[in-house]
């Protein structure tokens, strides 16, 4: 397992942009699957994007497509969240995960790592 520290969250007007970051411990973060999930209240954890090891290869969920763009730097052992036109549906807290499962699978919550959250409220 990862060790896993989010960061980034705010509170930002609707039609702003965040940028979310998450920070890993451990010498072998390029081997992971990193998704972010996302939980409002009251709501189930959701899947809101994830990226292979190589950071080649991506999932998106429907409703933030054309606006997220997740990425990581393996070099720097960090994933990042690039959130544009935000709106007050996409407020919740972001959780990023860690795990060495199959890419195919990383739409699911089954990862082994997740980090504390960061909240990301947007206002209208």
């Known amino acids: 397992q990862v060790q896993l520290v989010e960061s980034g969250g705010g509170l930002v007007q609707a039609g702003g942009s965040l940028r979310l970051s998450c920070a890993a411990s451990g010498r072998t973060f390029s081997t992971y699957v990193m998704g972010w999930f996302r939980q409002a209240p009251g709501k189930e954890r959701e899947f809101v994007a994830a990226?292979?090891?190589?950071?080649?290869?991506?999932y998106y969920a429907e409703f933030v497509k054309g606006r997220f763009t997740i990425s990581r730097d393996n070099a720097k052992n960090t994933v990042y969240l690039q959130m544009n036109s935000l709106n007050p549906e996409d407020t919740a807290v972001y959780y990023c995960?860690?795990?060495?499962?199959?890419?195919?699978?990383?739409?699911?919550?089954?990862?082994?790592?997740w980090g504390q959250g960061t909240q990301v409220t947007v206002s209208s």
């Open positions: 995960a860690a795990d060495r499962k199959p890419f195919t699978t990383a739409t699911r919550t089954n990862f082994s790592s």
């Open positions: 990226l292979n090891w190589s950071g080649r290869s991506t």
